[in-house]
């Protein structure tokens, strides 16, 4: 137990006869009604409901009128579920980040935030037993709507039980018709400058969603996979190859083999032709003997090798449908990694071969439907079968005509659907594109030009940005707000810009579900004419948006709408975002803006149990915050979520929280200390004594306390925030209360009230307190907020205060280096009277006397610094003397017992003779006291 705990504790104790009760009241015992037990379950809703009641963010904009505006961008959660642990580390960051950036100057305005469109949300409203083809689509978008909105609320409860402070009155949400609009502004403007627009391509399709997807919205996992080896027999061989040899193919997805148009294979590479018993076999020379082992093909001949480029144009059949003819092309991205240099090519089922079939005129062949299975044109035996049920009979099919090589299962990683958790396909339909492509070189710029934290974020955004492809922003949801695209009677879709402006004004109004509302002609300005709908006629896309490209918007319909300006100064989100809200944020800020919409990127990791398992609701090891606010506190929360390394996965659970809790009570316990020892609060700021009268000893904790504050200002502004709880929790627990307090009671409890030693000790425990809760508050907001109550640092809130400087005329370093050689003297000292206590020649510090023989130097350092050598050692007797004594570190020291008895009131050890046994100092002192009383 620290000092100031121990201390506190014998205080509130009936001090048992250890020295007179007519003593005791002449002491300066300790008294607050800052209790030692946070009791934190009881007084946070408390203090939340009064931050409610009092409008205290308002108020915090209102002190900060006219200041440097600083602006953290949230991102949104999504609407769906109670808040998770990882919602609260991020929120619980983000508003340590606000409030210490207020308390530094700056006016800060928080807009927390929500994302409201998309599948999840469908899903639940469908559960619930709405079917939105029997409502329709407009009321089935209220419904989901009105859901939407009710957990938002939910949310927001959570968010604001954590403490966080913010305009939670006025969020902005995706699904509101001011976002919406905004919304329409920016597609309006990226597709009249050229990057939007319609085509035919290879996307993520999930089956399970019956929607493509955005690459943010898929994840990978390990699954096990038949791969085939397959003969496509020579059909026109052009002279190269003749009609009976086989080229070889190799593929994971035998289900994408009915949809084959043709074999790539590498102009450069050298291409053997092989004698088997499976007849003349074409593989990637280098792979020969290898392959031919897979084969389980022992008596083979090499009969000629012919490079990649001398295949290009010859025709083989198709194995299943031998009337169609495969086409052999050359391409640069087949590789020799695996398979066998001849790669299998369907263009309506990946982006490499969509390409290299579109370069020799293929048509992009698609046979699977929305729902994953094939269809009718496959043949009687494949139709409708689910693409995983098609493989085993692909498979099947081609063994039985004598095609298959080799059947073989791996495990691979394969994309699945972040949502339902099911694999997904790649397959070719007509969607809505927004182009990197013609903005990369831009894109990539922006990226140099950011500060990010940690800095391998920079590598890691740019490689994403430099690989990926266009940005496929069609969904086939009813639930999103509409791709507002307006088609001509010849099917042309209709990029004007007066279209755009008027259905983001229709939006505004009304809401996106307008555009299920009225009549594609309705949707169009009064009076619209177009060449390509002479008569007037008009369709509607039905397709909606992308969920990434609502929330990629908000820069716009959250910071621009609200007159907050373009950039934000921080995004903050976790490390799943640079695939996500980072990613499509900058692609939508660059297009419309020209320069990203963050100035700083910050990210943090995920949320772990102790054993390192991720947390999850499928893993039983999910701790919800309000379990852990209802058991410990939501300042606890704060205090976890401030200590971890949290820009790496952070580990969550009972051991580790009941750390924090100590750690908690080390800190209110040394601060119950400093306010109880402050006259019951009487002593302000207007009683403290000008540093340059303090005694050295005083300054130099003023030093340290300087040095604490410039700390963790700077750690702060670094989002160190570890390190802030690090440099104050050992600045409280080692120099102050281990050190300071545990000798500074003796004259605060013995000496008179108004004696400038205690006056200057109350200044040095006022300024830590003043200085202390408020570098706290950002962390511990509820805790601050109760010192505040007490302290009065400012009558409404501690959350409208600035961090308190120390100001300090005085050589610091000379100061600092001068204590360093005591305190080295200290140590020596307190390691012989540890040594006297292990022998049991002395119980307490204060049954001894010590002798010191140091150095000329160090002697004076003491005469500068300690007028009562004793004292500051807490013993009851020390003097310097000239014998050589027991050598120890950097000093001599020789400790005995103490002679005469304890005083009982101050418990120093006294041979004086006075009433009661009282030392010379305390019967002075009630000597004065009572002369006063009379």
């Not at 398979?339 to 309506?348: L, Q, Y």
């Amino acid at each position: 137990m620290s000092s100031a705990g121990k201390e506190q504790k014998r205080a509130d104790r009936n001090l048992e006869g250890e020295f007179e009760m007519d003593y005791k009241s002449t002491l300066h015992m300790p008294k607050t009604r800052f209790e030692m037990r946070g009791n934190l379950t009881k007084k946070e809703p408390k203090f939340q409901q009064r931050w409610a009641e009092m409008e205290l963010f308002e108020k915090m904009l209102e002190r900060r009128e006219g200041a440097e505006p600083w602006t953290l961008h949230d991102g949104p959660p999504y609407a769906n579920g109670d808040i998770h642990l990882g919602h609260a580390l991020n929120k619980i960051l983000k508003d340590v980040i606000n409030k210490s950036h207020y308390m530094m100057g700056n006016r800060v305005d928080y807009i927390p935030g929500w994302d409201t469109h998309g599948l999840p949300i469908e899903t639940a409203v469908t559960k619930l037993g709405y079917d939105r083809k029997k409502i329709g689509i407009p009321e089935f978008r209220r419904i989901c709507h009105d859901f939407a909105l009710e957990q938002v609320e939910r949310q927001k409860k959570g968010f604001l039980s954590l403490g966080c402070i913010g305009d939670y009155n006025h969020p902005y949400i995706t699904l509101t018709p001011d976002f919406e609009a905004r919304q329409i502004e920016i597609f309006g403007k990226m597709a009249s400058d050229g990057l939007i627009y319609q085509g035919l391509k290879p996307v993520y399709w999930s089956p399970s969603s019956e929607s493509a997807l955005a690459e943010a919205e898929v994840e990978y996992k390990d699954v096990k996979s038949p791969t085939i080896y397959v003969k496509f027999a020579v059909k026109d061989g052009r002279g190269v190859l003749e009609e009976g040899d086989s080229i070889v193919i190799w593929t994971t997805t035998p289900w994408t083999i009915p949809g084959n148009l043709g074999i790539s294979v590498h102009p450069r590479f050298d291409y053997a032709v092989v004698k088997t018993e499976q007849g003349n076999l074409v593989v990637l020379a280098e792979l020969v003997d290898k392959l031919m082992e897979e084969f389980g093909i022992t008596d083979y001949e090499v009969l000629r090798t012919i490079k990649g480029k001398d295949l290009e144009f010859i025709t083989t059949k198709h194995p299943l449908y031998p009337e169609r003819d495969s086409l052999v092309m050359v391409g640069e991205h087949v590789t020799a990694d695996s398979g066998t240099g001849a790669v299998h090519t369907a263009p309506g089922f990946g982006m490499d071969d969509f390409m290299i079939g579109r370069q020799y005129g293929l048509p992009i062949y698609v046979n699977v439907d929305a729902q994953g299975r094939l269809m009718e044109d496959t043949g009687e035996r494949l139709a409708g079968l689910y693409v995983e049920d098609a493989n085993k009979e692909v498979v099947k099919w081609l063994d039985e005509l004598g095609a298959l090589l080799k059947l073989q299962f791996i495990t691979h990683s394969y994309p699945h659907d972040w949502r339902t958790k099911k694999p997904i396909i790649f397959r070719a339909t007509t969607q809505w594109f927004a182009s990197i492509d013609k903005i990369r070189q831009q894109l990539l710029d922006q990226i140099h030009s950011i500060h990010w934290v940690p800095a391998w974020g920079e590598g890691r955004m740019h490689n994403m940005i430099a690989d990926r492809g266009d940005w496929c922003i069609s969904r086939q949801r009813a639930w999103g707000v509409p791709i507002p695209i307006i088609y001509g009677e010849d099917g042309t879709p209709l990029m004007d810009k007066a279209i755009f402006e008027h259905v983001a004004d229709l939006f505004r109004e009304h809401g996106s579900n307008i555009w299920f509302e009225l009549e594609a002609k309705d949707l169009v300005p009064e009076g619209y004419t177009s060449e390509h709908s002479p008569n007037g006629t008009f369709t509607k896309e039905t397709d909606t948006m992308d969920v990434w490209f609502d929330s990629g918007s908000s820069h716009t319909g959250a910071m621009i709408e609200r007159g907050l300006g373009y950039p934000a100064d921080l995004y903050f989100e976790g490390s799943d975002q640079y695939r996500g809200w980072f990613n499509s944020s900058l692609i939508v800020g660059t297009a419309v803006y020209g320069e990203a919409p963050y100035k700083e990127v910050l990210s943090h990791g995920f949320v772990m149990d102790e054993k390192g398992v991720k947390m999850s609701k499928s893993q039983w090891n999910a701790v919800a915050p309000a379990e852990i606010t209802k058991k410990y506190g939501a300042d606890i929360l704060r205090l976890w979520s401030a200590t971890v390394d949290y820009q790496a996965d952070v580990s969550m659970g009972d051991k580790i929280l009941k750390q924090i809790a100590e750690n908690y009570r080390k800190v209110r316990n040394t601060f119950r200390f400093l306010l109880a020892n402050l006259d019951d609060n009487t002593f302000t700021k207007k009683d403290r004594v000008p540093f340059d009268q303090l005694p050295l000893l005083d300054q130099y904790m003023l030093v340290l306390l300087k040095q604490a504050e410039e700390k963790a200002e700077k750690a702060y502004l670094e989002y160190r925030f570890a390190d802030v709880v690090t440099s104050l929790t050992n600045l409280m627990t080692n120099d102050l209360s281990a050190y300071y307090l545990d000798y500074a009671k003796d004259i605060l409890y013995i000496e008179r009230e108004n004696d400038p030693e205690r006056r200057a000790v109350q200044t040095v425990l006022h300024t830590y307190a003043d200085v202390l809760v408020r570098l706290w508050a950002p962390i511990l907001a509820h805790t601050a907020e109760e010192i505040n109550d007490i302290l009065q640092l400012d009558e409404e809130s501690i959350h409208l205060t600035d961090f308190a400087k120390v100001e300090l005329e005085a050589d610091e370093e000379q100061i600092l280096a001068d204590m360093k050689q005591l305190l080295a003297v200290r140590k020596d000292v307190l390691k012989a009277l540890e040594e006297k206590r292990a022998a049991g020649e002395i119980k307490k510090s204060l049954e001894a006397a010590v002798k010191l023989h140091v150095d000329p130097e160090t002697r004076a350092l003491f005469d500068k610094y300690v007028p009562k050598l004793a004292q500051w050692l807490i013993v009851s007797d020390a003097e310097f003397v000239d014998d050589e004594l027991p050598q120890y570190e950097v000093s001599q020291v020789l400790v005995d017992k103490a002679a005469g008895h304890a005083c009982p009131r101050c418990w120093n050890f006294t041979t004086a003779e006075n009433e009661d046994g009282l030392c010379d100092r305390c019967a002075a002192i009630v000597a004065e006291e009572a002369a006063e009383a009379e």
